[in-house]
């Protein structure tokens, strides 16, 4: 169906703004830490943006309702992996809130409490800085505290609710 911007809706549904904001495409990133028996714990989220370079920080939007994010502010250190091509399963996984992305991810636990997934194609070592409740979900601001990082390494990408490869023009 060719819309047109002559379609614009007042007052949308939520699940016509999840169909729009699904018309951007985003990475997937991995947030991570260590729990407070040393286990990992993780979610899986889209909402990942870069937000400044001085200070270093990044924000990630999370769910009011999330029964994962109480647990991870709680660590000291939070890590964030972008993940790579390989990496829908470990995504699927990590959405889920199954513990099996434990087992079946390879992963690392840094000095400082933050979980780092291997072949990831970015690393950020993060702790949180602030937090903004913005409606159903939370604005949360992390200060980086170490990074690294490799664009060669493919990321996987969400389009239209769905994973995808990128492909270079
Ligand atoms: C591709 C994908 C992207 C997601 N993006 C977000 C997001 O940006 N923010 C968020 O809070 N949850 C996001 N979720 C949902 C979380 O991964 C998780 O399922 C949700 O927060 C509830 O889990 P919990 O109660 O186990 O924490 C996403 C899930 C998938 C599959």
Request: net charge negative; hydrophobic share 15%; glycine share 0%.
């Given at each position: 169906m060719q819309m047109a911007p002559a379609d614009l809706r007042s007052q949308p549904k939520s699940w016509e703004l999840r169909q729009i904001y699904g018309c951007f495409p985003t990475g997937v990133a991995a947030v991570c830490a260590a729990g407070a028996r040393g286990r990992p714990i993780g979610t899986a989220v889209t909402g990942f943006t870069p937000v400044s370079?001085?200070?270093p920080l990044v924000g990630i939007n999370v769910l009011m309702?999330?029964?994962?994010w109480p647990r991870l502010k709680a660590a000291p250190r939070i890590g964030i992996s972008v993940l790579s091509q390989d990496h829908d399963r470990a995504a699927v996984l990590l959405a889920a809130g199954a513990s099996d992305w434990v087992t079946e991810t390879p992963h690392v636990i840094t000095a400082g409490g933050a979980v780092l997934i291997d072949g990831a194609t970015a690393w950020l070592e993060c702790a949180v800085d602030a937090q903004h409740r913005a409606g159903d979900h939370m604005i949360v601001l992390l200060r980086v505290l170490s990074c690294a990082g490799d664009p060669s390494h493919h990321p996987l990408v969400v389009h239209g609710n769905r994973f995808h490869r990128l492909r270079e023009l």
């Open positions: 370079l001085d200070p309702t999330s029964t994962t």
